[in-house]
């Protein structure tokens, strides 16, 4: 009889800007998972020949580009001050980033892996957790969030808190999670816990 295979598990690991949902997302591959960055996705999407590159630009106008290239910047800077304006890049954007993400997860299936993890900011408002077995939500304090920022990213205080305004809060994201990592201490803390996780997801499935 062939040996059975075991059923690929899709887990989605969510959090608010920095909190370090990439460095937990990282964590799971360093043992063994298979990560896919809905960031990164939609990154690529926006560059020139990107799947969403021409919808964006005749949607916003010309306006956005820089050097032939959509400026990244910019189009935040539109879209974080305009609710209208930011769902409808979403609208554009997301739909994408959903398909890809199925797309690639399925490769990651029929390849054998035991273990998809689906890095995803807005895992929650774009409802893209009802394709995952388990949440994970990444979380800290909004003064170690802030921190952060101001330490890692070139982006004034009052541009993270409008930001983080345009997601669901960190207490209803964690309200919504399967799973909560604080990761407002140390990078061995953290790590303490997504082994306790993965032990768990390598002794149920």
């Known amino acids: 009889m062939p040996k059975k295979l075991k059923r690929t598990l899709i887990v989605g690991v969510t959090g608010q800007l920095a909190t370090g949902k990439s460095t937990v997302a990282a964590m799971f591959a360093e043992r063994g998972a298979a990560v896919i960055n809905a960031d990164l996705l939609a990154h690529r999407a926006l560059r020139p020949h990107g799947a969403c590159f021409k919808k964006v630009v005749r949607a916003f106008g010309k306006d956005i580009l820089k050097k032939?290239?959509?400026?990244?910047?910019?189009?935040?800077?539109?879209?974080?001050?305009?609710?209208?304006?930011?769902k409808k890049l979403e609208g554009i954007i997301h739909p994408f980033v959903i398909k890809?993400?199925?797309?690639?997860?399925?490769?990651?299936?029929?390849s054998g892996k035991s273990i998809?993890?689906?890095?995803v900011p807005l895992l929650f408002e774009s409802k893209m957790d009802?394709?995952?077995?388990?949440?994970?939500?990444?979380?800290?304090?909004?003064?170690v969030q802030l921190k952060r920022i101001a330490q890692q990213r070139r982006m004034e205080q009052w541009e993270a808190?409008?930001?983080m305004r345009a997601q669901?809060?960190?207490?209803?994201?964690?309200?919504?999670?399967?799973?909560?990592?604080?990761?407002?201490?140390?990078?061995?803390?953290?790590?303490?816990?997504?082994?306790k996780i993965w032990e768990m997801l390598q002794r149920r499935y």
Not at 100 to 110: I, N, V
Not at 116 to 119: E, I, K, N, R, T
Not at 132 to 143: C, E, G, H, N
């Open 68 to 86: 032939g290239e959509i400026d990244r910047k910019g189009l935040a800077e539109i879209v974080f001050s305009d609710e209208k304006k930011l």
């Open 100 to 110: 890809e993400t199925r797309r690639q997860a399925e490769l990651f299936k029929k």
């Open 116 to 119: 998809v993890v689906l890095d």
């Open 130 to 143: 009802k394709g995952t077995d388990l949440s994970v939500v990444v979380k800290a304090s909004r003064a």
């Open 161 to 163: 808190l409008r930001r």
């Open 168 to 195: 669901f809060s960190m207490a209803e994201k964690a309200r919504r999670a399967d799973i909560i990592v604080n990761n407002g201490g140390t990078l061995e803390r953290t790590e303490k816990q997504v082994t």
